[in-house]
């Protein structure tokens, strides 16, 4: 069912289709990092697998291999990208990196981002802030699958939220976490076994609770953390809309329901008031607040203390997040990563169209 | 079962309580409004019922009458403020107004404060933005009450998180809540009634599911949103973990399992590891990104769409963040404030121990 390979085979076939599209030597380079990324950090669901998406994003004039990219408004703290049609998986580590820059100087920097595109994992882009002794902040907001509480329509994507956090002998804590009970991810895997989902992930058409996997495409919408009112979902529901305002209001993007779809067959909404989608991203300098030394020694007494707390019968430890995460990228970096045969079938097409072989 | 008030009758105690135990006529007006904002949104928990457990704090010398709050480390749009040990309701927004002013010059201001006390409700700090056509922030760890994931210990606070969103011709989008699945103000209503909690809210002290409201009295603890793994608790588990670190790692505070508890006779943690409880704040000038009416017009659309959304049966609209609370405040600013008998007595007996009337 699932066949393996090297993360440098799946970077030369990524960076080879992206030369294709029409990215320059660094874009491709960019592009692959960043997509590949999900894959060493065992979030399948948008790493490789999504590639032949994206090319059919650019196949459709939805994406543009040479963006101009820059910067369009900006204060010593903050600024507003616009990412030209660009790949989000381009533009946004530039993004992040004008808000590097910006808390080189200003102490934090925040960066809104317009016309842009799907960026891959939140988790990647909010990282690159670790080696700079900065905490790094990434969020977008996407097509619209989930319904708001006490709504039917699908009016906020799952718009994720990653934090990235220095430590100091302990790795980073590392949160990236779509503002749904469950990301559509975690959808497809149970929708592929054939399997119900858990109470609060998905409703019907018309609003009521369901445990269909295949929900979304009867009309159903995912719902907010929380799931229903009793259990918080309002809160899942602010969350998500926050992330919108910031990556879209901010910026000048397409916000709820104008958000344009990542499935380039899906045609796009009517009457959009912005450009393309957008993302969000800050970088704050640790030593901006306090000396780094000092924050990180507390990291690790908080990290320890945390995982050394007792555990409910049956779990061995409370998790940091992000160790898994890292924890998968070494074994991926050491033995490979497996994808499923669907996935390399798909790739091997891809491939075969571009005269690149996998 | 309730009595009603006038706000400035409300004010006007708590007014001369708090200059009783020693606040300047500055302290004891910003303290008073603070206080009072969450009786008039509609969050009493946090309102004028907390009075007394102020009062014990500083009677227990955990509170300090006349702090010395200051700037203790600055760049042009962070700073970290010593709380001096002052009531929260103060030092909040003292830590607020320098955001906003950094932000005023940098496009955005942060600031993190350590040895501070309970600061009444996020919102209200976060909304001294609006009126500079700024968006505002504020969050705050607190005694710990919540498990994380996996865990059997309390070792997070509710760690609430507030952002208010100026629009144009809506009011501001203001949101405020605790990142368990319920605020413990909730659990509180329902062990008044007796009546058992939902699924997901609360766990007993072995980290069994329980629906009993006084689980916490028995060991056990609050839980993150999402209520268990399943339904996405350590989402909240992070969002709650993300508030402890911004508020006390990156100020000096006291973090997890180490903040100082709210009531006064529960004993100090042992090995504090910093000073006081820690809050964050963040101010983003609007036209450091777009120009601000850009960014309304956008924001009254967004609004209007979410408000005209189809809803589930039984449902009339959509709720937009802080609109339940602003019709709240202006009801009663109108109508008065209903406080329940007990609140009552209890405020009558401090005023007869500082010899001030109510």
Same mark, same amino acid.
């Given at each position: ?90 533009? $946004? ?8 820059? /910006?808390? =080189?100087?200003?102490?934090? *920097? &925040? !960066?809104?981002?317009? @016309? ?66 469950? $990301? ?8 592929? /076994?054939? =399997?119900?989902?858990?109470? *609060? &992930? !998905?409703?019907?058409? @018309? ?152």
């Amino acid at each position: 069912m699932e066949q393996n390979f090297t993360y440098q085979q799946l970077y030369d076939f990524c960076h080879a289709i992206f030369s294709r599209v029409g990215c320059n030597e660094t874009d491709a380079d960019t592009a692959s990092k960043a997509l590949i990324s999900a894959d060493l950090r065992g979030v399948d669901s948008h790493g490789v697998a999504r590639l032949t998406g994206y090319v059919r994003l650019w196949e459709a004039n939805r994406i543009n291999a040479t963006p101009e990219l820059k910067v369009i408004h900006e204060t010593p703290s903050t600024a507003v990208v616009d990412g030209d049609s660009g790949l989000g998986l381009v533009v $946004a580590p530039y993004a992040m990196q004008v808000a590097i820059d /910006k808390a =080189k100087n200003a102490g934090t *920097g &925040w !960066v809104s981002v317009q @016309n842009s595109n799907h960026f891959g994992i939140a988790g990647y882009h909010a990282m690159m802030a670790l080696p700079h002794d900065m905490i790094g902040i990434a969020m977008t907001n996407a097509s619209p699958l989930v319904s708001p509480t006490f709504s039917t329509e699908r009016l906020l994507g799952t718009n994720p939220i990653a934090v990235a956090i220095p430590a100091g002998k302990q790795p980073p804590f590392v949160a990236d976490f779509a503002t749904t009970t469950a $990301a559509n991810g975690k959808l497809e895997i149970l929708q592929r /076994k054939n =399997k119900p989902v858990p109470d *609060g &992930w !998905v409703q019907t058409k @018309n609003g009521s609770p369901s445990n269909n996997a295949h929900e979304l495409k009867e009309g159903g919408a995912l719902l907010p953390l929380g799931g229903d009112r009793e259990h918080g979902s309002h809160k899942g529901y602010m969350l998500g809309s926050i992330v919108d305002i910031f990556s879209a209001i901010l910026s000048g993007a397409n916000y709820g329901p104008w958000v344009p779809p990542f499935p380039a067959y899906v045609p796009m909404p009517e009457n959009m008031p912005g450009k393309g989608i957008g993302h969000f991203f800050g970088a704050m300098r640790i030593d901006a607040f306090r000396p780094a030394q000092d924050f990180k020694d507390n990291m690790d007494q908080w990290i320890t203390r945390f995982k050394q707390s007792a555990t409910v019968e049956g779990e061995h430890a409370v998790i940091i997040p992000g160790e898994p995460e890292a924890a998968m990228e070494k074994e991926r970096m050491e033995k490979g990563i497996d994808l499923l045969n669907v996935v390399v079938e798909d790739l091997r097409g891809l491939g075969n169209r571009f005269g690149i072989g996998f």
